[in-house]
């Protein structure tokens, strides 16, 4: 079993910027994929944006050139800085990895809030 483990968020004006950093328990080797998804109240669980280890990457198009996420294979550690935040982004933001075609693991959530 993976533990994921988050840090960042918190409140921001909106325009500001905020980065969340997520670690695993242990590095997991091989391919992989490191990404983010948000929830907010009402919605559903939706990607915002995920890495691979070959460093290919994708984005849902509301925080493209906004939003970018970066990863330390050795580590298993992904990162997502948000510039530019907007209201909308407001939301408890989850980080996850997938490996080994069968394995996940999510991180406990961590709040993003963004005030108009």
């Known amino acids: 079993q993976v533990q994921l483990v988050e840090s960042g968020g918190g409140l921001v004006q909106a325009g500001g910027s905020l980065g969340l950093s997520c670690a695993a328990s242990r590095t997991i080797f091989g391919p992989k994929t490191m990404g983010w998804y948000r929830q907010a109240p009402g919605n559903q669980r939706e990607l915002v944006a995920e890495?691979?280890?070959?460093?290919?990457?994708q984005y849902i198009d509301s925080v493209k050139g906004r939003f970018t996420i970066s990863g330390d294979n050795a580590k298993t550690t992904v990162y997502l800085q948000m510039n530019s935040l907007k209201p909308e982004d407001t939301a408890v933001y989850y980080c996850?990895?997938?490996?080994?075609?069968?394995?996940?693991?999510w991180g406990q959530g961590t709040q993003v809030t963004v005030s108009s």
């Open positions: 890495i691979t280890n070959g460093g290919s990457t």
């Open positions: 996850n990895v997938k490996w080994g075609r069968i394995y996940s693991s």
